[in-house]
């Protein structure tokens, strides 16, 4: 059954053709819009603010109305090129041309022309006459220096193709690719070559009504292939954070293989998954590297939602096998193709034969700004489907009049004037909306490692790296994240970090897990573990031990966390710094108090103990014996920058790596000859390794504690600490176990 289109663009292309003549006629269509930002690399531009130097007119007589002048709103921004007379008019029967030099196009890439236009012009004549009695502009391109000019709505002179010129303008200032469909500026194909445009009035012999055009920022885009580094990694290596990553390929340029002819004319989100066959025109198999598909959203509101991008085996003549996804794709900008790169993925289109691509959880963008995948009627071959309660069926089917979607897949092809990969940028942010700081620029293309020896210690770091060619750089990497909050304090936990089940106690119930650490500690954060995301902030509560049994007591503190602050697994809440509670025997409880829509929390059923459950608010508390709530405590003592008391005749004590996997090395100087005891402790303060040292000299002195137990059992993750005792004096270091 087919479905009615709920939702379609609205004040389309209209066309008049007339079939004496070579040319088409159009209007502005539904996209007339002020300039969007561009990402394209600027080959060449002209604003018309010193003269338009190099661009002629014809006639050059004083028929011409061409010149440049000063425009209030130019975008350039205070010239722009108008064809104007005195009288703030335009004159009747004129056929001006404004003609630009010679310019050589780039070697490759994606090569747009552009330009901006506003104007005003109205002809009352019947459109039965043709073009003789209407008044128009058009523009067009030469490939030979202006013996030969083919309109830019074809700019390849196909005998097929759409000859426009066009019988009004943009009444704001717009790109004029942006303003009419089938004028897209695509001249790729004379990629290299060196050509000639010109822009063109015409006007028949009635009475001019209107103000004539204007033109500005004459542009030719370069939209060249600069893939980002891929598969970025961080990890923590003592007070450093060791960056890697992969190397983007360099000289190659990027082809798309589509259905879709981009007249648009709907836009659609209703169905689970939408999909377009694309066939390798190769007989050897082709890998596929990159997913297209364009967004639209209504009132130029931003795209909203993070949409899953797929690849489908062609299951006889179906979308069948997902054979690779993307989910969760974001920075997706309004009707301009979107290509999510799936090259690790490894997909390869058999020869000749064919896969689907397909995207699917489109957000509808709500009632106000209605927003969908776009899609048109008018292409040749309809390959596009729609999926509806588990069956496939083609677009045309589901969608009355639609023949495919505004997707397709994207493959390489060896490019000698691609550009090369020359080096790298590091960039490092301590969150995700601020901008972030270059902190290094790798001068190798072959060096893929990067040492951050001075991240921000106290702070979740996050890093992106973008690929240099030559003078233009890529966009970034993936982001990725380390915690080193861990690194300023010292993290007091029950739980092996594992989260074996959900776990809450309901609405207007509390729960608490106990810490057990050293005395008058600092509590600075409360470390929450998350399994599925609620809709409510968190309310965290602190307690002294001095209820009843050791059980949670005195309130010394509540604050919040607010649900945009939280994610899935660990979170680490910070105190307000106006409230740190320093408690005075080293035991305390951190607790949440729950209430509607809360987040649901991690429970380790490996060890129990140490966590307790109110119900209401005048019950008791008592023991959780299912296991321990995922609850830790990041503190520190006085001056958050130790870790430990130092105290002769024994100093400097260290040890490295830390954190560390395998073994660390620990090193301590002592001030006289003597013996000192050395031994490790686990966070509940018992006795896991007692290290011999005999007989010490004066000096420095290391031992290796291989992570194993007195029993030679090795350790699980997490915090230690090593003691050091000599003449009565102790040091203690806090010692971090990592997989």
Request: proline share 5%; glycine share 8%.
């Amino acid at each position: 059954m087919k479905k009615t289109i709920l939702i379609t663009l609205i004040l389309l292309i209209v066309t008049l053709v007339f079939a004496e003549m070579p040319n088409q006629i159009a209007r502005k269509s539904k996209f007339t819009a002020t300039s969007q930002t561009r990402t394209e690399i600027i080959a060449y531009q002209e604003t018309f603010e010193d003269g338009a130097a190099g661009w002629t007119f014809s006639p050059t007589t004083t028929a011409n109305l061409w010149h440049t002048a000063t425009v209030a709103d130019a975008p350039s921004p205070t010239h722009a090129m108008i064809n104007q007379n005195a009288q703030m008019s335009y004159n009747p029967s004129m056929q001006n041309y404004l003609i630009s030099p010679s310019i050589t196009l780039p070697l490759s890439g994606a090569i747009k022309a552009d330009f901006m236009m506003k104007g005003d012009f109205t002809d009352n004549s019947p459109t039965s006459g043709g073009l003789t009695v209407l008044d128009y502009w058009g523009w067009e391109i030469s490939p030979n220096n202006g013996t030969t000019w083919y309109r830019m709505s074809n700019p390849y002179n196909s005998p097929t193709g759409s000859n426009y010129v066009f019988i009004d303008a943009p009444d704001t200032w717009s790109y004029v690719t942006e303003s009419y469909n089938g004028l897209d500026g695509m001249i790729s194909d004379y990629a290299g070559q060196t050509v000639k445009f010109r822009i063109y009035f015409h006007s028949d012999s009635d009475a001019p009504i209107g103000t004539g055009i204007m033109v500005d920022n004459f542009t030719i885009f370069n939209d060249i292939f600069l893939p980002p580094p891929t598969n970025l990694n961080a990890v923590i290596a003592g007070q450093t954070v060791q960056l890697d990553w992969a190397a983007p390929p360099s000289g190659f340029s990027t082809e798309t293989i589509t259905s879709t002819n981009s007249a648009w004319t709907s836009f659609v989100s209703d169905a689970d998954t939408y999909a377009m066959r694309i066939t390798n025109p190769f007989p050897a198999p082709l890998q596929l590297h990159g997913i297209n598909f364009m967004l639209y959203r209504q009132n130029s509101a931003p795209i909203s939602g993070a949409p899953t991008v797929h690849v489908f085996a062609d299951a006889a003549g179906l979308p069948g096998a997902e054979l690779a996804s993307v989910a969760n794709v974001s920075n997706i900008s309004n009707m301009e193709w979107k290509m999510v790169d799936i090259t690790s993925q490894n997909i390869l289109i058999p020869a000749n034969g064919s896969v689907f691509v397909g995207i699917s959880n489109i957000d509808d963008g709500g009632t106000v700004d209605g927003q969908g995948l776009l899609c048109d009627s008018t292409s040749v071959n309809a390959d596009s489907y729609a999926l509806f309660q588990g069956t496939w069926d083609t677009l045309d089917m589901s969608y009355t009049g639609l023949k495919n979607c505004a997707l397709g897949g994207v493959y390489w092809v060896d490019d000698p004037f691609a550009p090369i990969l020359t080096s790298f940028k590091v960039y490092r942010g301590t969150n995700l909306t601020d901008p972030f700081t270059e902190i290094a620029a790798i001068t190798s293309p072959t060096t893929i490692t990067f040492t951050d020896e001075n991240p921000i210690i106290g702070q979740v770091n996050y890093y992106k790296v973008t690929a240099m060619f030559d003078a233009y750089e890529s966009e970034p990497s993936d982001i990725v994240s380390v915690d080193l909050i861990g690194l300023l304090y010292t993290e007091v936990l029950n739980d092996d970090g594992t989260s074996n089940q959900n776990f809450n106690v309901g609405i207007s119930n509390s729960l608490a897990t106990k810490f057990v650490t050293d005395p008058n500690a600092e509590i600075h954060y409360a470390k929450v573990f998350i399994n599925s995301l609620g809709n409510s902030a968190l309310i965290i509560r602190i307690f002294d031990n001095n209820g009843a049994d050791g059980s949670p007591g005195t309130q010394m503190l509540q604050f919040t966390a607010a649900v945009t602050s939280l994610s899935l697994g660990w979170n680490n809440i910070p105190v307000p710094a106006a409230n740190i509670v320093t408690d005075a025997d080293g035991t305390f409880y951190i607790g949440i108090y729950e209430y509607a829509s809360v987040s649901v929390f991690g429970l380790d059923t490996d060890n129990n103990g140490y966590s307790w459950k109110k119900i209401g608010t005048a019950g008791a508390w008592t023991p959780i014996t299912e296991g321990n709530v995922m609850i830790r405590a990041l503190v520190a003592w006085g001056n958050a920058n130790d870790d430990y008391i130092e105290i002769a005749p024994i100093s400097n004590l260290t040890n490295y790596p830390n954190p560390f996997n395998q073994m660390t090395e620990i090193s301590f100087d002592t001030r006289k000859a003597g013996t000192a005891s050395l031994k490790i402790y686990n966070l509940k303060g018992q006795l896991i390794r007692s290290i011999p040292t005999g007989n010490l000299a004066k000096g420095t002195h290391s031992f290796t504690w291989d992570g194993n137990d007195n029993n030679n059992k090795a350790v699980g993750i997490g915090v230690y600490f090593c003691k050091l005792e000599a003449d009565g004096k102790t040091i203690t270091k806090k010692i971090i176990r990592i997989k």
